[in-house]
């Protein structure tokens, strides 16, 4: 209680039942604490609602709600400083969030965030003094086929340029709000339904079954409740669908681990933390498929035994959460959720959906529950696999959005139908998300077994330097391999494919912004993803601007090799930019380090003086011959 | 009784309890597998990787695999001892570890482990950070400069009513292991002293409690680290 009347009422003062009165925020606070039953396992949702309500978490906050969950502030602190869009100062009354991606880049990022800087006065990183506007960077946020693009307020903005930047900034000077700022007319499809009202477009350019226009909500479950659960997984099985997200686990294997897990609570969560630069598929599958997706989540639930489904919604995507919402009540209705599904006694399923807060590392399925349990990102030990113990303690299945929804197809059409679709090993299709260098980005539905040169021909990308294939942990390949084919057993991907056109600096352009990717995307929990992403990064600087020796190149390839050690996905990978690129691009390396030199500390003397210099207004030699 | 498991450890058939983490067993059968994050008796996490061997070809930290029968284990090939001494270097060169100044020398873990591994000169370069000392708590200093961040403090030290008084802060690496200014206020004698003894290294130390121990009378200032549990079979 702050600037409050002191009481000198004594008799007030001695009793000790009298609670001081809540200010404002508490107040506020207390209401979300109710909302979610002041349950600590909800602490993200808690924190995102203040986040949203303020601007920022303030320490206030977090004092009051360390005392009513019981929690220590350092532990909640814990978790707000962990997620990238939690913040503990304000972030203004106006914030962008502008995408930092390598793609964002290559489509000229930087001369937007210049007119952004210039205009709003401040740097990125900052908030300008009268608090009204707030200039961040952001990795991909899920826009690779139209960037540059940034969220403000949750709203997002595609194909900035720079004039379009300086009329923002003069709009919210102008005091308009987000909305009013759109100048283009909304986007394809759902982007302009009146859930969604977003300039955001779908490009989708090749449809298989699913993107198929033919669906009708309940096709899948009207199937199932004629089934018994073990005749769902059998079906699932026999299609040999294997998860889309990238990793490849066969998903009825998964399922069929979790519904013999001797836990009869069991839960199903969709991953649609989508955070691998340059994949954007399950957003448009959000956008486009809900019903379809939820649907693949009922009947998961009903094979695995869950009653409760959580969808796992990345923030950026949170402009989908209206879209989503009204998705749901539409098949509550429809009875296709909900209690006694189509009439079953007994089929009781619900969903949620369970925000994000910024974390690529959440994708990873074991650190998508730790964060949908409310703490931060930590990818956990296994075993125990989440099949076995997983959200709160329980069986788990967690599966990613393209998964579920191919799941409706096969029990639509059989898994005999599915298995015909595809290779032998790699069955059905897989949902691409193709960006930067070729002229038609977008979405891609095709089969398993399509070569990378056949996806350059179908989008329309000549004059390729590389392609990157399942993003920044994936390879980036080079035209010698074009040939090679896209499925589990060749090239494995979660659907994201950057194609790199000849003109570009892939090296420093791109391999670069994939390592400072990583390093700002590390839980920081295993010492080697922790440390050494940052050692080749400063490697990779050292031969970038030329002061690279061989031993530089010999040393990568070396301790490349100590990454295996780490427990995740993201750190078993994060060395692989430049891994890859070293096996396929050598030459790129060989002629940017010095051949007739052994040794190079990396040291710059001008660099290391510049500063002191600058302030001492001298100049020095070392620094006129630079 | 718990059931009882057979597995190889390095070509040597060993017996063990269902349950038994890979570590305990191992050491149970002689074998020392190096750990610096786990602790005994306390759930383990994983942290530091330095545990890591081959349980039928894969690569599992030992300290939180539970054996199962028929394990083929791999310790001390020269890819895994290489590896684990990588990690050490690593840490080393990540935070300031100065052991001459340091008072938990001859104590600290990590020393022990780098006199193990006969480190000399770290194949990393310094990274010489600027890092902070917390001195303001009643009972406790932690100095960020030697802290390794394997959350041992953070899994072991709770108050009374079950609240982390020491918890992580930030990722990436940026994170830090920070102490609730709070709890650190009313923390107990007892779990103080837990806290500067279950730190692998100095970075928390007991307040009006230096150089108690004198240098030459320390837990590895004659025995490197380990030799416990290799000493009986040999």
Known sequence: ?626 | MNQILKFKLDGVECMGYKDQYITNAAAENGFYIPTLCNIPGVKPRGACRICNVRVNGKLMTACTTPLANGMVIECQTEELKDLRKAIIELMLTEGNHFCPSCEKSGNCELQALAYRFNITVPRFKYQFPERDIEASHPKLIKDHNRCILCKRCIRVIKDEQGRNIFAFGKRGNRITINIDTELANDISDENARMAYEICPVGAILLRENAFREPIGKRKFDHVPIGIEMERFHK
């Open chain 1, 1 to 626: 209680m702050r600037n409050a009347p002191i009481i000198q009422d004594s008799a007030m003062i001695e009793s000790p039942e009298i609670m001081p009165a809540k200010s404002k925020l508490q107040h506020e606070v207390s209401t979300i604490l109710e909302h979610y039953q002041h349950d600590k396992t909800r602490l993200m949702d808690i924190l995102i609602d203040i986040q949203d309500e303020n601007g920022y978490i303030p320490a206030e906050a977090i004092d009051y709600l360390s005392h009513e969950l019981n929690i220590s502030t350092v532990d909640i602190r814990q978790t707000v400083s962990f997620y990238h869009f939690f913040s503990e100062t304000p972030r203004g009354k106006y914030t962008i969030y502008l995408n930092d991606s390598a793609v964002a880049n290559m489509n000229g990022r930087k001369a937007v965030s210049k007119t952004f800087e210039k205009e709003a006065g401040i740097s990125f990183g900052s908030v300008t003094e009268d608090g009204l506007i707030g200039l961040f960077n952001t990795s991909c946020i899920g826009m690779n086929d139209q960037e540059p693009a940034a969220l403000i307020n949750g709203a997002v903005f595609t194909r900035l340029t720079p004039f379009r930047a300086s009329e923002i900034i003069r709009d919210i000077r102008a005091g308009k709000q987000v909305e009013e700022m759109f100048v283009a007319s909304y986007g394809d499809g759902n982007n302009s339904s009146e859930f969604i009202k977003a300039v955001v477009n779908n490009h989708i350019m090749k449809r298989g079954p699913v993107l198929s226009d033919q669906f009708k909500p309940g096709e899948g479950i009207k199937e199932i409740v004629k089934m018994s659960p073990e005749d769902v997984i059998k079906e699932v099985k026999i299609s040999n669908i294997r998860g889309r997200g990238g990793a490849g686990f066969p998903t009825g294997l998964k399922w069929e681990f979790c519904r013999n897990a001797a836990d009869q609570t069991r839960y199903i969560f969709c991953n649609a933390d989508e955070g691998e630069p340059g994949t954007f598929k399950d957003r448009v599958i959000l956008t486009e498929k809900p019903f379809m997706l939820f649907e693949g989540m009922v009947i998961a639930g009903y094979a695995i035994g869950a009653k409760e489904g959580i969808l796992y919604l990345r923030y950026e995507y949170k402009y989908l959460k209206k879209h989503l919402e009204n998705a749901l009540q539409k098949i509550r209705k429809l009875k296709l959720l909900g209690k006694n599904i189509l009439g079953k006694k007994g089929f009781n399923f619900d969903i949620r959906i369970q925000f994000g807060a910024g974390a690529y590392v959440c994708g990873e399925e074991s650190a998508l529950i730790e964060s949908a349990e409310g703490k931060r990102g930590e990818p956990r030990d296994r075993p125990p696999f989440p099949v076995e113990k997983g959200y709160l303690e329980k069986p788990t299945v967690v599966n990613n959005v393209e998964t579920l929804c191919s799941i409706v197809k096969i029990i639509k059409n059989g898994g005999e139908w599915y298995k015909n679709l595809g290779t032998k090993e790699s069955t059905g299709t897989k949902v691409l998300s193709i960006s930067c260098d070729c002229r038609y980005p977008g979405i891609y539905e095709v089969e398993w077994g399509f070569s990378v040169n056949d996806i350059l021909d179908m989008v329309g990308g000549d004059d390729v330097q590389a392609v990157q294939v399942g993003g920044p942990s994936g390879s980036c390949i080079a035209p010698n391999e074009f040939n090679r084919t896209l499925c589990y057993t060749d090239l494995a991907t979660g659907g994201s494919l950057i194609i790199i056109g000849n003109h570009r600096d892939l090296l420093k352009g791109i391999i670069l912004n994939f390592m400072d990717f990583f390093i700002d995307e590390s839980c920081g929990s295993c010492t080697p993803c922790r440390i050494l992403t940052v050692l080749l990064r400063d490697k990779l600087k050292k031969i970038i601007e030329g002061r690279g020796v061989m031993q530089d190149l010999e040393d990568m390839e070396d301790w490349g090799k100590i990454m295996k050690a780490n427990r995740c996905g993201l750190g078993l990978t994060a060395a692989n930019p430049i891994l890859t690129t070293l096996k396929n691009f050598k030459n790129l390396y060989l002629n940017k380090i010095q051949i007739n030199k052994d040794y190079d500390t990396g040291f710059r003397l001008d660099e290391a003086l510049r500063e002191g210099m600058k302030a001492s207004n001298r100049k020095v030699s070392v620094l006129e011959n630079k």
